[in-house]
C-alpha cells in the first residue's frame, strides 16, 4: 500500500464519538473546500458502520455547501429502516452547526434473480498506457503542488486527458483506475474508495467540450448531487475500466453518468452526476 492509500484508508477510518454519531477529518492540504469524493466517501462507511447485514447497492446524495478542510466533519446517522432484505440509512454531514452535506444509503442482501448489462467497451489495457503523473509531466509547471502531491488512486487514461483541452472536446472519456495498492479485504471499504474515485473524473467530462478552465477567475464549478448503483462485488483495488459521458449541459448545470468494469467485462458500478457549471458575464464595455 502506498503511503497515500493508507492515508486515504486511515481517513475512511472514522472516529465513532456517540451512538450513530461519527467524525472524520481532511488532509492537510492547501483547498480552499473539502473534496467531494472524500465526504461521499465517509459519509458512505458511517452508515455502513450502522448496518449488519446486506452490502451497499445504491447512495443518493447532495452537497450543500462547501466543506471547511481546516475542521472536523460530523456525520449523524439516522437509522431509518432495518427489513429482512433492505436496510436505510441517511446521512447529513455537520460543520459549523450547519449541514454541508445529505445522503441516503440503500443496503440490501444479496439473493439470485435475473441478469444482464451493458457489454464492456474494447479499450487497451492498462498496461499498454502511460501513467497520469508522466502525461501531465509536460504541464508540472501548470499543475503548482496538485502534481508532486501523492495520490492514492491510480489513473491510466485512454486518449486525450478531459483537462487539457480546447473548444469542441468530446463529452466523453475512459480510463482505467484502482488503489495505489492492496486495501484490507472489506467489502464495505472497496465501495467506499470507489465512491472517492468516482468523483476524480466526472466532472471533467461535462467541462471537455467547453473551453474553459478550473482555475478561472471567470469559472465556477461544483457537483451539486451524486448517485451511485453498486451492481456487482468488486475489488477496488484491482484494475477498473470507468467509462463516462455528458449527454447534455444548459442553464449553469451539466450531467455526466458513469460506468465501472471489471477486467473481465462485468458491470459493477454505475453512477450520475449533476454539477453547477457557472461562467460569470463578460463586464459592458463603458460608452464612448
Known amino acids: 500500500m ?167 472536446g468530446e463529452p466523453a472519456q475512459r480510463l482505467w483506475i484502482k488503489a495505489d495498492g492492496k486495501i484490507p479485504d472489506d467489502p464495505h471499504l472497496h465501495t467506499a474508495i470507489a465512491a472517492y474515485a468516482s468523483d476524480m473524473s466526472l466532472f471533467d467530462t461535462m467541462l471537455a467540450p467547453h473551453d474553459v478552465r478550473w482555475d478561472s477567475p471567470d469559472f465556477m464549478g461544483v457537483s451539486l448531487d451524486h448517485c451511485m448503483w453498486f451492481h456487482r462485488p468488486f475489488k477496488a483495488d484491482e484494475w477498473l475500466l470507468y467509462d463516462m459521458d455528458s449527454p447534455t449541459a444548459f442553464g449553469a448545470r451539466g450531467l455526466a453518468r458513469g460506468f465501472m468494469f471489471t477486467r473481465d467485462g462485468e458491470l459493477v458500478v454505475s453512477m450520475c452526476q449533476e454539477g453547477l457549471m457557472r461562467v460569470a458575464e463578460p463586464a459592458p464595455v463603458p460608452a464612448g
Open 2 to 168: 502506498s503511503d497515500a492509500l493508507d492515508f486515504l484508508v486511515n481517513l475512511l477510518d472514522l472516529e465513532p464519538i456517540e451512538v450513530n454519531i461519527f467524525r472524520g477529518v481532511s488532509p492537510n492540504e492547501d483547498r480552499q473546500r473539502v473534496f467531494g469524493g472524500q465526504v461521499a466517501a465517509q459519509a458512505l462507511m458511517a452508515a455502513g458502520r450502522t448496518v449488519e447485514i446486506g452490502r451497499v447497492h445504491s447512495l443518493h446524495a447532495y452537497f450543500l455547501r462547501p466543506g471547511d478542510p481546516t475542521v472536523p466533519i460530523l456525520y449523524e446517522v439516522d437509522r431509518i429502516r432495518d427489513g429482512r432484505s433492505f436496510t436505510t440509512r441517511r446521512v447529513v454531514a455537520i460543520q459549523h452547526g450547519r449541514a454541508i452535506f445529505n445522503m441516503s444509503a440503500s443496503f440490501h442482501v444479496d439473493e439470485p434473480g435475473l441478469s444482464h448489462q451493458f457489454p464492456m467497451p474494447e479499450v487497451p489495457p492498462p498496461e499498454d498506457l502511460q501513467s497520469l503523473d508522466v502525461r501531465l509531466e509536460p504541464y508540472r509547471d501548470l499543475m503548482g503542488d496538485w502534481f508532486s502531491r501523492p495520490h492514492p488512486i491510480e489513473q491510466r487514461h485512454i486518449g486525450d486527458l478531459p483537462f487539457i483541452h480546447k473548444e469542441g
